[in-house]
């Protein structure tokens, strides 16, 4: 066991845990925080992507340990005081989620993707969402989400 | 019954905001106290004997409360999963050869991943340690993959007693008659066509926590199904021999079903006998690996296919034979998919005079084959549009004009196909017409050129498809009026990303004129809706969607009585719209809201009616499957240097007869033909001769991702709602799969046209392209 001591969703939390634990595993079974969701065991799905120091990161990829010090951001980190994130409302104006499995990572995704600030269209977001896998959608709603809530966080900025 | 105008809105999803957020529960969700974590040991071996297993080393490790293998199992007087194929008689009458699936292999494992023992310890990582320590002695015998082999002489024997690893053998259409036709064709072209098998890989893998309360001697089972009420029978009266009461079955928020989670598997009574032995909770969740050994997969079907036209294209007889690969076992309605689920949509929109299928279904040394969305819908379309895809090449006619000559006239409805299948309702001439114009004909040869220029190698193709669905026919709706004058909707079915409690929501309030708002709604639980058919077949709202209809339409007519007793007047004058009962030509209103807020604990209304009378029990049973349409169209480019794809444009029309929600219907089309190009590309489970599983991840196994699919455009051919429902629906959740894999295969074929592509099939990878264009 080791002492983990890292920011998550702006909370300051400092656990003993064993040293083999993923981060995807700290997450969900020791900070409760169940949005970030495991769908394999080879890092090719991205359902359980979140944002650690800024940066997008498969939490299936990473120790728990590796992010001691790290600012890490989940899902439950996009909704301020009951009122949904611009990315979120986009993806439920444009029907981007059906079984909602995936969605968490394609959430991180696309509002790391949207924080750069560089100008995206359809090719560049379907390029960007390389590491995420959706089986319900198609991704075409997923696609016209990311678009218009990246619009609207630069619009809002 | 007039329904209000919220149906046929998009309306947005009302559980969108706990997946959003990161609060939906699935079953990895669910954490009990004091649970334990189940862990299973899985063949290494795709045919063995086991000689011995010593599980001594395991039930020493911290940990470990319990270790059972095949022999303890069969101790416990247990049944095996059953198989509920209504299809389960051979051509000559015999029955069906059903071996025995025991939730845990028996003296010896057939196929690759099958359960050799569970392990029961504290945590997860325990129960996988202990797993390592169980020592198994294994004595390989020989193994067949492919059910073309299976089915040849000297073949390794799977069960002793099913000869030749025929399950069964079927047949559908006049076999006399077609000969007939073919006898008269002044051409007949045959291929052999294969239909790749493939993995559903819904994201969330499949999981379960079993529950024991010793007080009332009742398990619960917290499971990653699409089909609560039958799995519950199956794990309770089949395998565990209790009363099926004393199995609650609950399915909480489920991540993608496409049919993987509708049969049974051996897991959850492996875990439920656990719980009761071990009096505490047990959990089990799969890592995709072990999702990839262990979930049905579908298709894998090999087929001969003969079409016989005359000398002007006019089709006249129809001629399949399939051999159906069934891996070991008799997965629940597994031998179903290859027989008559394929059978059924045989001739697709077309006139033909006779048609004749017959199907081997075969065991080999795999994974169990189920039911994957379409369920032999799309193999048949592509058996279909393939062969005249290639008829059209080698005689020269052209593939639009064949397919248009040759479809059924709206004039000639309703009609019985020479499958059987019975069209009340469609207009597929003018459905291909739709499509084709939505495709820009006249703008093709300025892309094609353009594509030219660039090196590459372009390719078109349209066709029509014909579905069937409603799945399991019978379906449960409940209304229960609450204290707080809410309205609780429960439906016996189970949305696995559908959408449920957005449409059923939409449609009581649609006809009650209620806000969607006072609608809570309930699914997955056996114990609040008493029956279900289950989530497949498209049937969510075929037959979902008219169990609604019923309980909306009993609730108005137990309402009017009320309505009259609220408002003094004799109810023979009532009458009911938008959300009003009233009298015409006076000021007498009440509205469905006021009857609900009146009667909510009201004790006057209870003494007089009695307690919870707007509370309403319906049921909808289906007669005949309707049967959806439509016609998908795409364009392709080919890099020649590379074999890459893109599929440039693709067109989708379809007839699904009344549209409740547009937006739900786009995301079932979009995900659907996102899964058939998935099919035609790239996705395919591939066993090696040893029956090793290579595809086992998903690094090996590749999934569409998002630069793989294109933009789909989609319209609606609204004139001809069915009536075989009260709805006017026809299923909309597989067409997507049944209409996409030849689409996308024959564009490619369009734009290889210079080569020879006999030897190709499914999936069409860049490197199968890249042999082709430089035949190596």
Redesign the interface.
């Known amino acids: 066991m080791t002492r983990v001591s890292l920011e998550v969703n702006g909370k300051k939390t400092s656990i003993d845990i064993p040293d083999n634990t993923l981060l995807s595993t700290f997450l ?1 079974e020791h900070l409760n ?10 890092s ?2 991205g ?1 359980c992507v979140v944002i650690v120091n800024g940066k997008t990161v498969k939490s299936c990829t990473m120790l728990a340990l590796q992010a001691a010090g790290s600012r890490v951001e ?3 980190s ?2 301020d005081d009951g009122k ?1 994130h611009p990315m ?1 409302r986009a ?3 444009y ?1 981007a ?8 990572g394609m ?1 991180m995704t696309a509002v790391a993707l949207a924080k750069k600030g560089k100008e995206i269209d ?2 560049s ?3 960007e ?2 590491g ?12 016209a989400a990311i678009l218009a809530g990246a619009k609207k966080m630069r619009t809002q900025t | 019954m007039k329904a209000l105008g919220s149906i046929g809105k998009s309306i947005k999803r009302s559980e969108d905001k706990r997946f959003l957020t990161g609060q939906g529960k699935y079953v990895d969700d669910i954490n009990l106290p004091n649970q334990v974590y189940a862990a299973f040991l899985r063949s290494p071996y795709a045919h063995a004997i086991i000689n011995r297993i010593d599980t001594s080393g395991a039930l020493g490790s911290p940990g470990v409360s319990l270790v059972v293998t095949g022999t303890d199992w069969l101790k416990e007087n247990y049944g095996p999963l059953p198989c509920t194929s209504r299809i389960n008689t051979f051509v000559g009458g015999e029955k069906m050869k059903v071996p025995p699936r025991h939730c845990l292999a028996i003296d010896r494992v057939r196929f690759v991943g099958e359960i050799v023992a569970m392990v029961v310890a504290e945590t997860k990582p325990s129960a996988l340690h202990a797993v390592e320590l169980i020592e198994v002695d294994y004595e390989e015998l020989e193994v067949v993959t492919d059910p073309e082999e299976a089915l040849k002489p000297g073949a390794p024997q799977i069960w002793d007693d099913i000869p030749n690893n025929l399950c069964l053998d079927f047949e559908l259409g006049d076999r006399i008659k077609t000969a007939a036709a073919f006898d008269s064709a002044h051409y007949i072209i045959s291929r052999k066509i294969k239909n790749n098998r493939v993995a559903g890989v819904p994201i969330e893998p499949r999981g379960a926590i079993a529950n024991y309360d010793d007080d009332t001697k009742r398990l619960t089972l917290f499971n990653s199904s699409q089909n609560i009420h039958e799995n519950r029978d199956a794990y309770a009266i089949d395998v565990l021999k209790i009363e099926k009461e004393k199995l609650h079955h609950v399915a909480p928020d489920i991540g993608g079903g496409f049919g993987v989670k509708n049969g049974t598997y051996p897991e959850p009574p492996l875990i439920l006998h656990a719980a009761k032995k071990l009096c505490r909770p047990v959990k089990w969740v799969a890592d995709r690996s072990e999702s990839f050994l262990s979930d049905t997969q579908g298709r894998g079907q090999v087929s001969t296919v003969s079409l016989a036209l005359t000398k002007e294209g006019k089709f006249l007889g129809l001629r399949v034979e399939t051999v159906g690969n069934l891996g070991a076992y008799c997965g629940t309605i597994g031998p179903f998919t290859p027989t008559a689920g394929t059978a059924r949509t045989q001739g697709g929109p077309y006139g033909f005079a006779s048609i004749y299928y017959y199907a081997k279904v075969v065991f080999t040394n795999t994974a169990i084959m189920a039911p994957y969305r379409g369920a032999g819908r799309p193999e048949a379309a592509f058996q279909l549009e393939r062969i005249i895809e290639e008829t059209a090449r080698e005689l020269d006619f052209d593939p639009i004009e064949l397919r248009k000559k040759n479809l059924i006239q709206a004039k000639t409805l309703p009609l019985r196909t020479a499958m059987g299948l019975d069209i009340d309702s469609g207009n597929f001439v003018e459905v291909f017409d739709q499509a084709l114009s939505l495709t820009d004909r006249t703008g093709f040869s300025a892309r094609a050129s353009a594509a030219t220029r660039r090196g590459k190698l372009y390719g078109f193709a349209i066709a029509p498809y014909l579905e069937c669905t409603g799945g399991g026919s019978k379906e449960f709706a409940g209304i229960t009026v609450r204290d707080d004058n809410k309205i609780e909707l429960s439906v016996g079915s189970h949305s696995t990303g559908t959408g449920h409690e957005t449409s059923f929501a939409q449609l009581l309030s649609g006809y009650l004129g209620i806000g969607v708002d006072s609608i809570v709604f309930f699914q997955g639980d056996t114990d609040r809706t008493p029956f279900g058919g289950g989530h497949g077949g498209s049937r969510g709202m075929e037959v979902g969607g008219s169990a609604v209809y019923e309980a909306a339409s009993t609730f108005i007519k137990k309402g009017r009585l009320l309505a009259a007793y609220i408002l003094g007047v004799e109810n023979s004058r009532l009458q009911f719209s938008n959300g009003v009962f009233f009298v015409s030509g006076t000021d007498k209103s009440v509205t469905s809201e006021d009857l609900i807020a009146q009667s909510a604990g009201s004790e006057v209304i209870n003494g007089e009616f009695g307690y919870g009378y707007l509370n309403v029990s319906a049921t909808f049973e289906r007669e005949i499957m309707s049967i959806p349409n439509g016609c998908h169209a795409c364009e392709v480019e080919v890099d020649p240097e590379t074999g890459g794809i893109n599929i440039v444009n693709y067109w989708a029309v379809d007839d699904f007869g009344t549209i409740v929600n547009g937006m739900l219907t786009d995301g079932q089309v979009m995900g659907a033909v996102a899964q058939g190009i998935g099919q035609a590309l790239m996705e395919e489970s591939v066993y090696a001769d040893s029956g090793q599983l290579m595809t086992g991840s998903l690094i090996d196994y590749a999934l569409p991702r998002a630069f793989d699919v294109p933009n789909i455009r989609i319209q609606y051919y609204e004139e001809a709602p069915t009536k075989k429902n009260p709805l006017g629906v026809k299923g909309a959740g597989e067409a997507g799969c049944v209409a996409a894999p030849h689409v996308v295969f024959n564009a490619i074929a369009d734009a290889l046209r210079n080569f020879n592509i006999e030897s190709l099939d499914m999936p069409l990878t860049s490197e199968k392209i890249w042999r082709t264009i430089h035949r190596r």
């Open positions: 969900r925080l169940k949005g970030t969701h495991i769908g394999c065991d080879t090719q799905c359902a989940t899902v439950e996009l909704c949904l979120q993806f439920h104006e029907h989620l059906q079984c909602g499995f995936c969605t968490p959430l359809e090719l977001v379907r390029t969402l390389e995420n896998l959706c089986r319900c959608t198609g991704y075409q709603n997923i696609v």
